[in-house]
């Protein structure tokens, strides 16, 4: 029988070597702390804690909404590691949302001075570079990390 003619190999795609490593964190379950992940839910923790100490919100239990908010990213983000970049906008929706169930509106909209209190919302609400925006008004209030300057009323003639 005829062997055919040998297909060629799989020309740039080479499966040795440029693989993703699996071995080296079976010993904590892949809680590397340096590992490019923790670092941005390291990152997103920190913001996302930023503009909650900005606000008069940061109890425990505002800090504990935003560990389990990173829990749950964390695996998110291993089922999806291209989203690494939203996370911090996410986490931040998602404590804005135990938030209201709890508390009520986070965060005040800094840039409204009168009529109804209202809360800004993250946008882009998936994607790089989250900022804080009121809708009302239409504008971008600060980054999320960043609201402190926002809310502090730094200098802003
Ligand atoms: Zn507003």
């Given at each position: ?25 079976a010993?904590?379950?892949g ?20 503009d909650?100490a ?7 239990d505002?800090?504990s ?10 695996w998110?983000v ?50 790089p ?6 809708h009302?008004?239409g ?5 999320v ?6 809310m ?5 003639s």
């Open positions: 029988m005829r062997a055919g003619p040998a297909s060629p190999p799989h020309g740039t795609y080479c499966l040795s070597g440029t693989g993703r490593e699996r071995a080296g964190s010993h904590n379950g809680m590397d702390p340096t590992s490019p992940l923790e670092q941005t839910l390291h990152t997103a923790r920190a913001l996302v804690l930023a909650l900005s606000g008069e919100v940061a109890a425990a505002v800090v909404m935003v560990e389990d908010s990173v829990v749950q990213r964390r998110w291993e089922q999806w590691p291209d989203g690494a970049a939203f996370v911090a906008g996410l986490v931040a929706q998602d404590v804005q949302d135990a938030l209201l169930e709890r508390y009520g509106r986070w965060p005040l909209c800094p840039v409204c001075g009168s009529g109804d209190p209202h809360a800004l919302d993250v946008e882009p609400e998936l994607g570079d989250p900022h804080w925006v009121c009302k008004a504008v971008k209030v600060a980054s990390g960043s609201l402190g300057s926002a502090g009323g730094g200098p802003s």
